[in-house]
């Protein structure tokens, strides 16, 4: 496990988010998160679209269903789901800013919490399906996070994972140049393997059902990342304000070396799919409903 040299928790997170959310807007959409390219001639916005899309299929959504969006951002992918696979969705975001944004664009079935996900307060087995697109990366306990989702889980219920990835055995250059300073200044507690991702979901009961590396159809998402952010620092004087003025200023840093991250492979970009085993005569039903217990 990467861990970086000054140590990063939910307030500091939170505060990433909020502080940056003016430039996270205009450089990243209302889907922070990557997009994923099959063929290279997508746009941007269809490349996004298309990794909600990956994230949809493996959770094999059906109308009805009760799910989670375990750092749900602004709200975006859940509406996406929820418009296009009828479910419903709760959401949990660390950032006021973004739950802020979400509860000034609802719709029906989408229901958006500023609470962290490791005290959650969802009831047992309450959910269908879950997913956490780039956003285990900030959980300060990730052995918690994996429990806390099976425990909200149904019998039978699936959880898709899309993580940033520390290279296995990683060392020298890569963690001392590259991978510790992308925790530091992304705000990450740190930065898991594929395999210490895997042990941990089996240790809380997970089943594995598969796993894609899929690092070279999302790389390019930096180097569009950074090509809007200069073309942004050039025309905008909040964004120029933020980037040299801001407390979490340095995350601009991190875009280089994310870039130098995917092209040496220090860094590796997964989609893990996980099961909750069912019981003896149980079987996955769709359900509206995501009781909560009391804080």
């Known amino acids: 496990m990467i861990v970086p040299d000054a140590t990063q928790d939910a307030v500091a997170v939170a505060d990433h988010y909020d502080e940056l959310d003016p430039i996270y807007r205009r450089v990243w959409g209302d889907h922070v998160h990557h997009g994923l390219w099959a063929t290279g001639r997508e746009t941007p916005a269809e ?110 219920g699936r959880l898709v994972v899309c993580a940033w990835l520390a290279e296995t055995d990683a060392g020298g250059w890569k963690v001392r140049h590259l991978l510790e300073p992308i925790c530091r200044e992304g705000r990450l507690p740190s ?31 930096w180097t569009i990342c950074a090509r809007r952010l200069v073309r942004t620092l050039l025309v905008d004087r909040e964004t120029r304000r933020l980037a040299l003025g801001a407390r979490n200023r340095i995350f601009v840093l991190s875009i280089p070396r994310l870039i130098l991250a995917y092209r040496t492979g220090a860094m590796r970009y997964g989609i893990l799919t996980l099961s909750k085993a069912r019981e003896a005569g149980t079987q996955r039903e769709p359900g509206a409903s995501m009781p909560q217990e009391t804080p």
């Open 47 to 156: 490349a996004v679209e298309a990794l909600i899309d990956t994230v949809g299929d493996r959770l094999r959504l059906m109308s009805g269903e009760a799910c989670v969006d375990i750092g749900c951002g602004y709200g975006s992918t859940a509406r996406q789901l929820a418009a296009t696979h009828g479910v419903s969705v709760t959401g949990f975001t660390l950032s006021a800013e973004q739950a802020h944004y979400a509860s000034a664009h609802p719709v029906p079935g989408v229901d958006i919490h500023l609470r962290d996900w490791l005290a959650n307060g969802l009831a047992d087995g309450s959910a269908n399906a879950a997913w956490a697109i780039e956003s285990s990366e900030h959980m300060v306990d990730k052995p918690r996070f994996f429990a806390e989702a099976h425990r909200v889980l149904s019998p039978g």
């Open 191 to 221: 930065m898991g393997t594929r395999e210490e991702y895997e042990a941990m979901a089996t240790a809380a009961g997970f089943q594995i059902i598969g796993y894609e590396d899929v690092s070279a159809r999302v790389a390019r998402t």
